[in-house]
């Protein structure tokens, strides 16, 4: 079962920050957070991931709460090509286990 | 970046016949892949773990008499939905996790198969 929650839909203005929640109250102290993102009928994208301190990539922002039960993604300057369904999903680094994808965050970019 | 490469990317085929889906690793091996079913609307779910010259684990529900994943080598893995049904209808998806300066989870395109 996945171990985060996320709101099952989001809207954003083109241009503007995007900025999608996820709670993981039951994270472990080895568990990252990493995000991915799933374009219509594509396979997922990974997007960025960190375990406590604040990340930040070309793609976006991470940001983790100081208790690590939280964590926000931000998307500087959404395009509309941002739109997509955004997955949180909560792992260890190292090994081969799988991702286990929760129901994700449905981003709608409008124009 | 790494890439996984999956094909075909569209498959049609009649109910009865069996359908074989690659799963590539092309610049990176991978001795464990991950196989993928998702519904429309829904999220995935992971089917089996494919394990490079071993047999694969399937998650709880998931026939592997109907489902038969062959990992031959460290850069293929090959999904065959046998005597394929309309319900068996969806999008298939593989994943492989990097190693060295390709560390991480890599997804394939992904696989629509539609049962007529």
């Known amino acids: 079962d996945a171990k985060t929650t996320q709101p099952p839909s989001m809207d954003c203005a083109e241009g503007r920050a995007a900025n999608l929640p996820c709670n993981h109250s039951?994270?472990?102290?080895?568990?990252?957070v990493y995000w991915y993102r799933q374009i219509h009928s594509q396979g997922p994208q990974y997007i960025i991931h960190?375990?406590?301190n604040n990340e930040t990539n070309e793609m976006a922002s991470l940001i983790i709460t100081e208790d690590r039960k939280s964590s926000t993604l931000i998307l500087p300057h959404a395009t509309l090509r941002d739109t997509a369904v955004y997955y949180c999903?909560?792992?260890?680094?190292?090994?081969?286990?799988?991702?286990?994808f929760g129901k994700g965050t449905r981003l709608s970019v409008i124009a | 970046g790494a890439v996984v490469s999956q094909h075909p990317s569209r498959v049609i085929c009649k109910s009865g016949t069996s359908v074989k889906i690659e799963c590539r690793s092309l610049?990176?091996?991978?001795?464990?892949m991950f196989w993928y079913r998702q519904f429309p609307k829904q999220s995935l779910m992971l089917m089996a773990t494919?394990?490079?010259?071993?047999?694969?684990?399937?998650e709880q529900g998931v026939e592997k008499d109907k489902f038969l994943i062959n990992h031959a080598s460290l850069t293929l893995s090959t999904l065959t939905v046998t005597s394929a049904h309309p319900e068996d209808s969806s999008f298939y998806i593989c994943?492989?996790?990097?190693?060295?300066?390709?560390?991480?989870?890599?997804f394939g395109q992904g696989t629509r198969l539609t049962v007529v």
């Open positions: 610049d990176f091996q991978a001795t464990t």
């Open positions: 960190g375990l406590k």
């Open positions: 999903i909560v792992r260890v680094a190292t090994g081969n286990t799988p991702l286990v």
């Open positions: 039951t994270i472990s102290g080895n568990e990252y």
């Open positions: 994943s492989a996790f990097g190693q060295g300066r390709h560390r991480g989870a890599f």
């Open positions: 494919s394990n490079e010259g071993s047999k694969a684990t399937y």
